[in-house]
């Protein structure tokens, strides 16, 4: 049985350990933070388990289904009725239904029937392939109007890309709104979303528990500052500390991965790794005795106000688990160089609750209880129209070393689901390799 070593104890590194060790390998996750989990950690609220950023399922994330029910806890994943709206020119809208858009009144009719037609042609078209190198944006604007473009769309890809939503790919985007749509049951109006009795941290334990009872160990606070290829397989340097092991899969960013290899890694490899570009993402939680709006989720297609997002987690999730309490998100994506990476909590909280009280005039901040923000780096790559050209193999140039991380995932949009499928794959490409 081979030594492996596993960087980052994201889902895409824990579900590879919990693989590797089923078949019996010695692995070490060795995860930078205080605790694992990644991009999908939690931390606690209102006395619970509860995701630093945002997180549900749809139906069609069928690897993180499987991986649930192979944990044994397929009884903890229950699904709940979304809701969403979107707040547009002063005004929160429906938007849960396709009969929603049909009489969401700041498109004129034409433009409405426009962009049901088209999301019905983006649900039914398999071709992914046409819409590689095409812009998500402009491609909006041609076949939806301008209108529907600037009101829909552009807030949108802005809110998740920032200034570099015009470069997105329209592959990207079919992908978010074929899946999505696919999700929906025959006849179900509004979409089912999948959330763990306790929260991801369900999952993340699960998983935990399995690697380690099947011999795995997993470090916390061990940050990995370099790799080495070794005459032996590769070595791995851990606060000061270099130990080798026969494989390494790394599961961190792209750009990370390229600093923890350094000169060692093959140019054309190395320059596809620093070509991908992330942004980050400042997420606010916070708790209140007070209820603020009636739906799921809300995109605020304003361009002017700070944030993209606002959740009422508890109009998913029943408050009675959060002691009561009704429990909010507020988040944003933004390049790591954007001043909410840099303002003060205080400042940052003055500014979105200033603008929240705008949207929702009955928000009164003395209400209240919790408030946390997170600010984590690398939480999105941009997916430009020459994207898929420029992905990083999984097997690096390094003979024993793989990479596994969210920016090789395409055309879909990263989501635990596709971390779990990737970490799969990465552990078969591993135990591949040790076949004689
Ligand atoms: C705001 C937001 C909302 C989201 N909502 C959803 C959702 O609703 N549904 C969904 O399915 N997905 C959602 N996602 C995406 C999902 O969280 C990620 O796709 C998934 O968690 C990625 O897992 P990963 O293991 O590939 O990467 P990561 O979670 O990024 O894990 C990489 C790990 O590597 C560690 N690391 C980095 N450098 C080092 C080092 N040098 N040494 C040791 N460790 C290191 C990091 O600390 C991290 O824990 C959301 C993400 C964000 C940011």
């Known amino acids: 049985m081979a030594k492996i070593a596993i960087i980052g104890g994201g889902y895409t590194g824990l579900t590879a350990a919990y693989r590797l060790t089923k078949l019996g390998h010695q692995v070490h996750v060795f995860e930078r933070g205080s605790e694992v989990g990644g991009l999908a950690a939690d931390f606690t609220v ?22 649930t029910a192979e944990l044994g806890i397929e009884d903890t994943l229950g699904w709940h009725t979304g809701s969403l709206k979107t707040y547009y020119n002063h005004r929160l809208h429906d938007f849960s239904t396709p009969v929603d858009l049909l009489k969401f009144t700041p498109l004129p009719l034409w433009d409405r029937i426009r962009t049901a037609l088209v999301a019905l042609y983006l649900n039914r078209t398999k071709n992914w392939r046409q819409f590689v190198d095409v812009s998500a944006y402009e491609w909006m604007k041609k076949f939806n109007g301008r209108r529907a473009a600037q009101v829909i769309w552009e807030p949108l890809l802005k809110g ?31 979409e089912k979303l999948g959330y763990f009795a306790g929260g991801f941290h369900t999952f993340t334990r699960a998983l935990v528990e399995k690697i380690t009872a099947q011999g795995g160990t997993i470090h916390t606070g061990a940050e990995v500052t370099s790799i080495a290829e070794h005459k032996d397989g590769v070595s791995v340097t851990v606060d000061g500390t270099e ?10 960013p792209s750009h990370v991965f390229a600093d923890l290899a350094g000169p060692g890694l093959a140019s054309e490899y190395r320059d596809r790794l620093a070509g ?20 799921y989720w ?7 106000k700070p944030f993209l997002v606002f959740i009422n987690h508890t109009n998913l999730i029943d408050r009675r688990n959060y002691a009561g309490r009704y429990v909010y998100y507020i988040g944003t994506y933004r390049p790591h160089e954007h001043r909410s990476f840099t303002l003060s909590d205080d400042q940052l ?16 901040r003395d209400k209240i209880e919790e408030r946390h923000i997170f600010r984590l780096k690398n939480a999105q790559h941009i997916v430009t129209t020459d994207y898929e050209d420029r992905i990083p193999a999984m097997q690096t140039p390094l003979k024993h070393v793989w990479l596994a991380n969210f920016s090789q995932i395409y055309p879909e949009d990263r989501g635990t689901n596709y971390a779990v499928r990737e970490g799969t794959k990465a552990a078969q490409l591993i135990t591949d390799s040790l076949a004689p």
């Open 298 to 304: 809300y995109n605020i297609n304003d361009l002017t």
């Open 160 to 190: 998740k890309f920032d200034e570099r939503y015009k470069e997105v790919s329209m592959a990207w985007l079919w992908a978010r709104l074929h899946i999505r749509s696919r999700s929906r049951r025959p006849g179900e109006m509004k």
């Open 46 to 67: 209102a006395g619970a388990h509860l995701e630093k950023t945002y997180h549900h399922l749809f139906r069609t994330d069928t690897d993180i289904i499987g991986l």
């Open 243 to 252: 130990a080798v092991f026969d494989r390494l899969l790394a599961t961190v």
């Open 276 to 295: 991908i570009d992330y942004l980050g993402a400042v997420v606010m939680v916070f708790t209140s005795e007070q209820k603020i709006g009636d739906a």
């Open 349 to 364: 909280s003055d500014e979105w609750f200033t603008e929240l009280a705008r949207i929702f005039p009955e928000f009164d």
